[in-house]
């Protein structure tokens, strides 16, 4: 596969454009409302996720953009093209399905061949591909097993094979890897990943597992009830929530509920589980407003009676006790009762270090930055 | 995604209609073709005059007149429903039991034997079954061979070209079709219900009667009526069978056909499909609570 | 059964079933015991064995030409009945519009009319237009009875198998009339096959209708038997039928074997 791609089919005023773009894009089934008011645009060569819960309506946009259903309101531009109407056999999308959807009556060759035959290639054209598309996805001379004696991680590699050897202009994967187990589905994210560089396809991927999206992808879009929560990095999605949704949604993140006591340019006081706090600044939140103080449990600091002191920027510290302890191989997780009755979660490396116990005393502590202020 | 939608690709609705003509339009013009204009043509000779070697086209309901005056219809029509309250009865009886049993069955093997030995008699031809039966009820035949080398009878017994020669075969004939709608709701339940009667105390027959034979009861009433209608419309089992003795609507409607008597031949089929419906109908208001019931639970 | 041997409930339903297996098998065994009996009259016990009755089989003209009349209704019967009741089935499966469950009762429309009435009502047809007694009107009329079989089993099929494959291949470029023949239908071989012997057995086995469609010249088999059984009862009978049985029995044969084809389980598995 030659890579970096250049675009050879799209005409040159749409070089510009993004890959993929949703303009208010509505979908009504009945008296479901599975998409509201979605706008995104997907840059070209772009890994771009769709993570959410079930229901949250993220399949529905894939298929919208894949041709099987129609937007009931709004735009939706592939290449800058209106694509609304446009059958899926006339996209310049392939689709990797949930369940692979691989034709369980054709060998490897003939699935993977099956989109070329019909653009009607030569022979000699087509056994080319399908061999070179067949290394790229470590699979060299499987070309005549039958479907049902590959592996269900082998079963993946020829749905991806089968869809990029058609060199799509947009990759859409409706959670493919979800059927495997642990261990082959960081393989095949990482493998995934890798393809996606070396063909520079643009990639849309679906998923309601958190860790695979901040895995895999370049931006994320977070969803929820047909909406879009949140837009943007892995890093500014996870580190800058938006909303309660989206904090509790990726990672753990503990949140104390307050109120805005004061609002200054660089950063916010809060009061929250009896104690005055400082977080970054916020815009939206005005004096008075109840809020929710975010914090991830790995940004929190325990210090014991015995511990060295904290540097001075970990400027927020509450006193708690420690309730419970939980060795999670890679971290400990303690759980912790503030006086205000505030339960927290921490996490501290397990580095060998000492584990306080049960009943323990601590102070909790952690660096205004690490806050986030969410007022939804 | 929880709402399956049609997934028809981006295409106007006009174009779904024209798509949608193709694939239906030939099956059901088919039907409309041949069924429906056969059946009006049937219900037109109803009121057409017979006199006594041809058909007229004249309009008169003089055949719908002796239908329901002269008593030897209803005489008729009451041993049909006779005939087929037996049938269905013993099919019930024996029916209900064998699909009980299969669901019993742990070994496929044995179950696929089950299968086979009930249903495969349906790929046969009534006239094979009911041939067989005569064979097995004959006067020289194998029942009256055994009950007489067992010194159980004294004379041959008459069991066929009688009420119980044609139940017998009928009951044959239509059994497999009672058990089927009866097994499909006994493999569809929920066998933790079963289990939880048996954790609150319940014995198995408590079980069976609380709970099993309860929520059986749709399937229960399905292969009822099924092997009602499909008794009330045999033609060859009473005929081979019955041997003159046993009259039938649809025997009638055949001999009044061949008779030329083709109005006479017409009430007779409606009379056959409207008294099916009747029955069929007032049943359904008759079991309609305790079907809701059932059926709430699934 | 239930774990423990001994457990009377069990014997019971075992010693049932038994039972009831033999009532079902006790006419086709004993009609091929029949066909091989020397008296004219069929009595039993059997003095003897005989093929003679085999060989007057094919003495009988009406037989030779039933055979051959009802392969080819049975034949034409099964071609228009699948493809028919394929069209409307994918029709039924794969479309949502509003007239969808009164279309699939219609369709069910000539299992629901009594056989005896709609082959009175044909006759009356066929008379007015020229198909008494011919085999187009024989194919036409069993391809009706067919029909319902067919759509039912095929739509059950399309359900079954979930519409995955057809967009996986209108994903790769397939526009839906490629999809159709491309990967629906070899998708729903089992059902096809399926179907395909419920319209071929409901017309080799039809008689009802059959009746009143023939011409005495022109019988299907069942037809035949059926009036040579009106006229004699000799084990010629017997014999023709102990054939259509061990039929029945190889038909069984490969449904069995369709069923139980690795192809066919791999095919119901979800990937």
């Known amino acids: 596969m030659e890579a970096p791609r250049t675009r050879a089919r799209t005409a040159p005023d749409t070089a510009d454009q993004p890959a993929v773009e949703l303009r208010r894009v509505h979908k009504r089934f009945g008296k479901v409302h599975a998409v509201r008011d979605v706008s995104l645009s997907i840059r070209e060569n772009e890994f771009f996720s769709l993570l959410g819960p079930s229901g949250c309506g993220k399949t529905t946009v894939l298929r919208m953009i894949s041709g099987f259903e129609t937007p009931t309101e709004g735009e939706l531009y592939l290449e800058g093209r209106l694509a609304n109407t446009i059958p899926p056999y006339r996209r310049d999308t392939n689709l990797i399905f949930q369940h692979l959807a691989l034709f369980p009556h054709l060998d490897v060759y003939d699935n993977i061949a099956f989109g070329l035959r019909l653009r009607r290639l030569g022979r000699d054209e087509i056994r080319r591909k399908v061999l070179e598309i067949l290394d790229l996805v470590h699979l060299g001379g499987y070309e005549s097993r039958r479907i049902h004696q590959l592996s269900g991680g082998q079963k993946q590699r020829v749905a991806i094979a089968r869809a990029l050897v058609n060199q799509p202009a947009v990759l859409l994967l409706d959670e493919p890897l979800g059927a495997l ?124 009676p015995d511990d060295a002191p904290l540097p001075a920027s970990y400027e927020n510290r509450i006193r708690a006790q420690v309730r419970d302890v939980t060795f999670k191989g890679a971290f400990i997780e303690y759980r912790l009762a503030t006086p205000s009755d505030d339960t927290l979660i921490a996490q501290a490396h397990a580095d060998g270090t000492r584990v306080i116990e049960r009943g323990g005393s601590v102070v909790v502590a952690w660096r205004a930055p690490d806050g986030v202020v969410l007022t939804e | 995604m929880t709402v399956a939608a049609a997934s028809r690709p981006a295409r106007g ?286 | 059964m239930t774990a423990s041997r001994r457990d009377p409930v069990a014997i019971a339903l075992w010693a049932f079933l038994a039972l009831v297996g033999m009532y079902m098998l006790a006419p086709l065994v004993f009609v091929v015991i029949d066909s091989f009996n020397p008296s004219t009259y069929g009595t039993f016990p059997l003095a003897g064995t005989t093929l003679h009755w085999y060989a007057n089989v094919m003495q009988v003209p009406e037989f030779r030409a039933g055979l051959t009349n009802s392969l080819i209704v049975a034949a034409g019967a099964t071609v228009v009945g699948v493809t028919l009741g394929t069209l409307a089935a994918y029709a039924l499966a794969r479309y949502r519009f509003r007239t969808r469950e009164l279309a699939r009762s219609f369709l069910l429309l000539p299992i629901i009319v009594p056989a005896i009435v709609f082959g009175a009502a044909l006759f009356l047809l066929y008379i007015r237009i020229g198909l008494y007694g011919t085999l187009t009107g024989l194919v036409l009329g069993h391809a009706l009875l067919g029909l319902p079989f067919v759509m039912s089993i095929v739509a059950a099929s399309l359900q079954t198998l979930g519409r995955e494959y057809e967009e996986a291949a209108m994903d790769l470029g397939a526009n839906p009339f490629v ?25 080799w086995d039809q008689v009802e209708v059959s009746l009143f469609i023939t011409r005495p010249q022109n019988n299907t088999l069942p037809i035949a038997m059926f009036n040579y059984e009106q006229n004699y009862q000799d084990p010629t009978l017997a014999a023709i039928s102990a054939v259509l049985i061990g039929f029945a029995v190889v038909l069984v044969l490969v449904a069995v074997s369709v069923l139980k084809s690795q192809e066919y389980r791999k095919l119901i598995e979800r990937q």
Not at chain 2, 35 to 54: C, K
Not at chain 2, 116 to 133: C, D, E, K, Q
Not at chain 2, 247 to 270: F, H, K, R, T
Request: aromatic share 10%; glycine share 6%.
């Open chain 2, 13 to 298: 609705a006009r174009g779904q209609t024209l798509v949608l003509a193709g694939l239906l339009g030939p099956a059901v013009a088919f039907i409309v073709a041949l069924l429906l204009t056969a059946l009006g043509v049937l219900f037109i000779n109803s009121v057409y005059h017979f006199t006594g070697t041809q058909v007229q086209p004249r309009i008169t309901l003089e055949a719908y007149r002796r239908f329901f005056t002269d008593s030897f219809y209803a005489n008729v029509v009451w041993q049909e429903v006779r005939l087929a309250v037996v049938t269905t009865a013993l099919c019930l009886a024996i029916g209900y039991p064998t699909a009980y049993a299969i669901t019993k069955i742990r070994t496929p093997g044995w179950v696929i034997a089950a299968y086979i030995v009930i249903f495969s008699p349906l790929l046969t031809s009534s006239i094979v079954r009911a041939y067989g039966w005569l064979v097995i009820l004959a006067r020289g035949g194998l029942v009256n061979w055994v009950l007489a080398d067992l010194h159980l009878i004294g004379a041959p017994v008459r069991l066929i070209y009688n009420f119980t020669g044609v139940t017998i075969a009928l009951v044959h004939v239509l059994l497999p079709f009672t058990v089927f709608p009866i097994l499909a709701v006994l493999l569809r339940m929920d066998p933790t219900l079963r289990e939880a009667a048996s954790d609150l105390g319940a014995t198995r027959l408590h079980t069976f009667l609380r709970v099993t034979w309860p929520l059986s009861f749709p399937g229960l009433y399905a292969a009822a009526q099924l092997t009602f209608v499909l008794a009330m419309n045999a033609y060859v089992t009473p005929q081979l069978l019955g041997g003159g003795r046993i009259q039938v609507l649809p025997l009638l409607i055949y001999g009044n056909i061949s008779d030329l008597n083709w109005p006479l031949a017409a009430v007779e089929a409606i009379a056959l499909i409207g008294l099916v419906w009747a029955i069929t109908l007032s049943s359904n208001l008759l079991f309609r609570r305790r079907l809701a019931a059932t059926t709430e639970h699934e």
């Open chain 1, 181 to 304: 187990d642990l261990r082959l589905r960081v393989q095949m994210q990482v493998e995934l990943k890798e393809i996606q560089h070396r063909v520079g396809t643009t990639f849309v991927y679906v998923t309601h597992d958190q860790t695979e999206a901040l895995t895999m992808s370049d931006r994320i879009a977070v969803m929820r009830d047909g909406m879009v929560e949140q837009l943007g990095t892995g890093r500014d999605v996870y580190e800058r929530p938006r909303t309660r949704f989206v904090a509790m949604f990726l990672g753990d993140s503990n949140l104390l509920i307050g109120q805005v006591e004061a609002r200054e340019e660089s950063r916010t006081i809060v009061r929250a589980a009896g104690h005055v706090l400082i977080a970054p600044a916020e815009e939206t939140a005005t004096p008075g407003t109840a809020v929710y103080l975010c914090v991830r449990p790995e940004r929190l600091r325990l210090v014991g």
């Open chain 3, 179 to 203: 999809t159709f023949f491309l990967v629906t239908l070899p998708s729903i071989r089992p059902g096809l096959i399926v179907g395909a012997l419920f319209a071929f057995v409901t017309s």
